[in-house]
Nanobody, 126 residues
């Protein structure tokens, strides 16, 4: 059974930083064989692709609103993917999910991922 567990969310003031982690287990081809993405979703809105990293960690992509502020990385030995978030703003408040099992195509398409975690909440507020 594939399990993805996100952690690191919390309450932070505007301008602050957080580092999210996603730990994976049960992947058929091993953690290093999969691209991984972070998505976020707020109530009433569609789930939005935030960042993507390929299996080897050499290629990363970001949605425009987080470029220069968020950094996705991975440690294949630890079977973890991270997302460092700096200069956080209230509009970054959301539930953040990691997703694995990318089927190819547009990385922001939620329908192209087989496995999802349950999310970790990020709230940016003073």
């Amino acid at each position: 059974e594939v399990q993805l567990v996100e952690s690191g969310g919390g309450l932070v003031q505007p301008g602050g930083s957080l580092r999210l982690s996603c730990t994976a287990s049960g992947l058929q081809f091993g953690f290093g064989g999969y691209a991984i993405a972070w998505f976020r979703q707020t109530p009433g809105k569609e789930r939005e692709g935030v960042a993507f990293i390929n299996s080897g960690g050499s290629d990363t992509y970001y949605t425009d609103s987080v470029k220069g502020r968020f950094t996705i990385s991975r440690d294949n030995a630890e079977k973890k993917v991270f997302m460092s978030m700096d200069s956080l703003a209230p509009e970054d408040s959301s539930m953040y999910f990691c997703a694995v099992g990318f089927l190819g195509g547009a990385w922001k398409d939620t329908g192209l991922y087989r496995y999802w975690g349950k999310g970790t909440q990020v709230t940016v507020s003073s």
